[in-house]
C-alpha cells in the first residue's frame, strides 16, 4: 500500500503524527479544541527544538517567544482512532520582536485538511514579560527557517 501525497499548504513543512486518543475527545465525540491548541504548542516546541532552540537556551538568553494571537480553523472533525499529519512552518520573522508560525493538520485516511491555524509570536523578557528585542540566536535561527508564501 502506497502512502497518500499530501496536500500541503507549503514546501518543506516539519511534520509530525498526532493519534487521537481518549484523553482528546470531548463530549460530541470528535477531538476537542483545547487538544488541538495542546498539539499547536507542542508542535513548535518540536520544531524549535529541531532547528537547534532549547528551552534552556530562552532561559539563558532570557528571552521567549510568547503567543499574541491564534487565528484557528477547524474544517472537519477528527475521531477517536485518526492520526493526523501535522505540520508547521515559520512564515513571517521580522527578525526584531515578532514571528508567525502556521500550522496545517491534514487527515492522510480522508486525504483532507482538518485543521489550519497562524499563530502571531511576539519576543519577550523572561524575567519580566516586557517586549524585549529578539537575540542575535533567535533571529540567526528562526529568520534562516522563515518560508516565502
Known amino acids: 500500500m502506497s502512502t497518500p501525497t499530501l496536500n500541503w499548504t507549503l514546501d518543506t513543512p516539519y511534520v509530525q503524527q498526532w493519534h487521537i486518543d481518549e484523553t482528546h475527545i470531548d ?14 504548542e507542542s508542535l513548535a516546541w518540536a520544531h524549535s527544538n529541531a532547528l537547534g532552540l532549547q528551552f534552556a537556551d530562552y532561559q539563558s538568553l532570557n528571552r521567549g517567544m510568547v503567543i499574541k494571537r491564534h ?3 477547524y474544517h472537519l472533525p477528527t475521531h477517536l482512532g485518526d492520526t493526523l499529519e501535522c505540520a508547521t512552518w515559520i512564515v513571517h520573522c521580522d527578525s526584531k520582536l515578532t514571528l508567525k508560525r502556521q500550522f496545517q493538520f491534514i487527515c492522510p485516511k480522508r486525504g483532507k485538511t482538518v485543521f489550519d491555524a497562524m499563530t502571531t509570536f511576539v519576543c519577550v523578557s523572561l524575567d519580566t514579560g516586557a517586549p524585549k528585542r529578539m537575540p542575535k540566536q533567535f533571529v540567526d535561527i528562526y529568520g534562516k527557517a522563515c518560508v516565502a508564501q
Open 27 to 40: 463530549h460530541y465525540q470528535h477531538v476537542n479544541n483545547v487538544a488541538y491548541l495542546s498539539q499547536l
Open 71 to 73: 487565528e484557528l480553523n
